[in-house]
Every structure is written in structure tokens, then in C-alpha cells.
């Protein structure tokens, strides 16, 4: 949801809109300078979710890379990460979304070992919000595209503040095939076996414009891609997959609109579920 002109007006078109979660940035998606939040907006943005039984994620600015061997952009990033949980804070923003990023060459192990540096040192810094670790997609020198990366770093950190967002384009690109339900089951057992099925918070709802193992984030509309709507069929039939929040990062274009993709996962978990939205 957009924040432009006021944070509050992401609560405010959220619940005309007729969601009951949603995401937003609490500042700019792309710069690093972060936002001063007036308290008014802070005070309404509050108001607005509680009057609308609305549950607020946030998502840090792209540019945050918490692997990164570039030591300017990891101090950045740690100050990023920082100040975003701090905006959360103020916010009463449950749980703040966190791309890993990309280790540049120097391999996972440093990767991971720079990321779990980092969540450190703003888990020392902060309090309340809940740091949510999305897989990406399998682009060359990324940092939890396999669960088990990501297993690595919730166990080392053994944090009830580390929590995960599962991302299903993400997941589909970087080879978990999430088309039918036995495929679906394995992707569970992994997610279970090596992170734990509580640490699961968020879903992120995407189809793929790429084919299976493409290493694309390229997020597609609900149905229309190569997961396809009998893959979230199977999603939403799931134990694990198929429970909890939900965020549609589906595009705005030619070819469909968000009012399209969520009509048409109501359409789907109904369909799967038998339960009407």
C-alpha cells in the first residue's frame, strides 16, 4: 500500500479496499535516508488499523543488503535496518520484512554470517517487532534461497523475534516446485525440518512469469503464471501453506489489477477451503 502524503492513507485505502492485512514501507522503497513519520499520522495510522481490525507489515527499502561484503553498504544497512524497526515501533507494525541480500562473490558462508552480525546487533537495539527473513529467488551470490540457509541463521540466532516470510515466486524460481500437492508437501517437510513450522508469519502471494529454477523475481498474477491456479489451490489445501496472513505483491498492468488477482485467490481459497471471503 502507498504511503504517499500520509502513512495513514495505507490503513485508510487498505480498508476500502477490503483487505485485512497488508504492507507497506515506512519510508522511501529506494533511498536510504530514512522518514520522519509526523506524530499525527503516526496517531491516525494507529487509529485506523485498530477501527478496521487491520494488521499492518512493514518491508524494508530495497536497497538494504545485511550480507553485503561491502563494508559502506553493510554499516548502511545495519543503520537501516535499525531505523526501520524503529519506525515499526512507532507504528505498532507487527513484523518488518527483510530481503537478505546478496554476499558479492564471497560465498554463503560469509553471507550468512554477516546477516546473522546484523539482525544481532538490531535485535540489541530494538524491541517488540519481529524480523521477518523472506527467501529470494536463487539470483547469483543471494542469501536464502534455500531453506536451509535460512534454517542456518534462525537456529544460530535462536530469537523468538526471527520469524520468516514466505514468498511463493521467490520460492518457485529458486526451484521449489509448489504446482501440486506432493511437490507441496516436500517444500512443507523442508520448512518444517529446517526452519520450523512456527517461525512461519507471513505468506507472500506471487505467481512466477519464469519457469521453475529460473533464479527470476519476477512476480506474475495469481493464476496467469507458471505456478498456476491449481498450484494455489494446492497451496491453500496445505497445513502449513495454507493459514495465517497473506500479502498480494501481484503487478498493476494490462493484463490484470489488484482488485483482479485478490478476487481471484477468494475465488481460489474457496475453491480449496470452501470458505467464502
Not at 24 to 46: G, H, Q, V, Y
Request: contains cysteine; negative net charge.
Amino acid at each position: 500500500m502507498s504511503i504517499a502524503g500520509s502513512v495513514a492513507n495505507a490503513p485508510r485505502a487498505a480498508a476500502e479496499m477490503g483487505y485485512g492485512d497488508f504492507q507497506l514501507f515506512t519510508s522511501s522503497s529506494r533511498a536510504w535516508a530514512n522518514m520522519r513519520i509526523p506524530e499525527k499520522d503516526r496517531l491516525e495510522f494507529i487509529a485506523l488499523n485498530k477501527k478496521h481490525s487491520l494488521t499492518p507489515f512493514a518491508h524494508i527499502p530495497y536497497l538494504c543488503n545485511i550480507a553485503s561484503t561491502n563494508p559502506q553498504v553493510y554499516e548502511k544497512s545495519k543503520t537501516m535496518l535499525v531505523d526501520n524497526i524503529k519506525n515499526c515501533m512507532s507504528l505498532e507494525i507487527g513484523g518488518l520484512v527483510i530481503h537478505l541480500g546478496s554476499h558479492l562473490g564471497k560465498g554463503a558462508n560469509y553471507g550468512i554470517e554477516n546477516v546473522c552480525n546484523a539482525l544481532n546487533y538490531a535485535l540489541d537495539k530494538t524491541s517488540k517487532v519481529e524480523i521477518l527473513l523472506e527467501n529470494t529467488s536463487g539470483y547469483t551470490n543471494s542469501v536464502g534461497s534455500k531453506l536451509e540457509e535460512i534454517g542456518r541463521i534462525t537456529d544460530r540466532l535462536n530469537n523468538d523475534r526471527i520469524g520468516v516470510c514466505f514468498d511463493t515466486c521467490h520460492a518457485f524460481a529458486a526451484g521449489y516446485d509448489l504446482r501440486t500437492k506432493s511437490d507441496i508437501d516436500k517444500t512443507e517437510e523442508e520448512f518444517a525440518s529446517c526452519i520450523g513450522a512456527k517461525k512461519l508469519k507471513l505468506m507472500h502471494l506471487n505467481d512466477a512469469k519464469f519457469p521453475l529454477g529460473s533464479g527470476l523475481d519476477r512476480h506474475w498474477h495469481i493464476g496467469k503464471g507458471h505456478i498456476g491456479r491449481e498450484g494455489f489451490i494446492n497451496l491453500f489445501k496445505n497445513k502449513l501453506f495454507g493459514h495465517g496472513f497473506f500479502v498480494l505483491e501481484t503487478p498493476v498492468d494490462l493484463e490484470a489489477d489488484s482488485d483482479q488477482d485478490l478476487a481471484e485467490t477468494k475465488n481460489i481459497i474457496k475453491e480449496a477451503t470452501g470458505i467464502s471471503l
